[in-house]
């Protein structure tokens, strides 16, 4: 069964693209769904974009569910281990 929820958030980063091009990215979207390539009944889907350059400018991710909590146990663990006045 899809929720149909999706979070997006405005950020500010960088990410690499097709052939190996590094561009900004300035929206986030995750949601669970179907995926379109992985092969499992649902996944986490992550898109990092920025659509002012186009769909082109855009990086995805569709994670099982158990690889995403990992993902996330992984960001928190490196931003935890960071010195607070770097992570601002």
Same mark, same amino acid.
């Given at each position: 069964?899809?929720?149909? =929820? =999706?979070v997006? %958030?405005?950020?500010?980063?960088?990410?690499?693209?097709p052939g190996g091009t590094w561009f900004h990215v300035s929206d986030l979207t995750v949601y669970?769904? &179907?995926?379109? &390539? #992985?092969m #499992? %009944? &649902?996944t986490l889907n992550i898109d990092l974009a920025d659509p002012s350059r186009g769909p082109g400018a855009?990086? #995805?991710? %569709?994670? =099982?569910? %158990?690889s995403a909590r990992r993902l996330v146990a992984?960001?928190?663990?490196?931003? #935890?281990a960071v010195p607070p006045e770097l992570a601002v």
């Amino acid at each position: 069964m899809c929720t149909y =929820t =999706t979070v997006r %958030e405005s950020i500010d980063g960088s990410a690499k693209g097709p052939g190996g091009t590094w561009f900004h990215v300035s929206d986030l979207t995750v949601y669970f769904d &179907h995926p379109v &390539h #992985a092969m #499992a %009944e &649902h996944t986490l889907n992550i898109d990092l974009a920025d659509p002012s350059r186009g769909p082109g400018a855009r990086v #995805a991710l %569709e994670l =099982t569910a %158990e690889s995403a909590r990992r993902l996330v146990a992984a960001i928190q663990e490196a931003l #935890a281990a960071v010195p607070p006045e770097l992570a601002v």
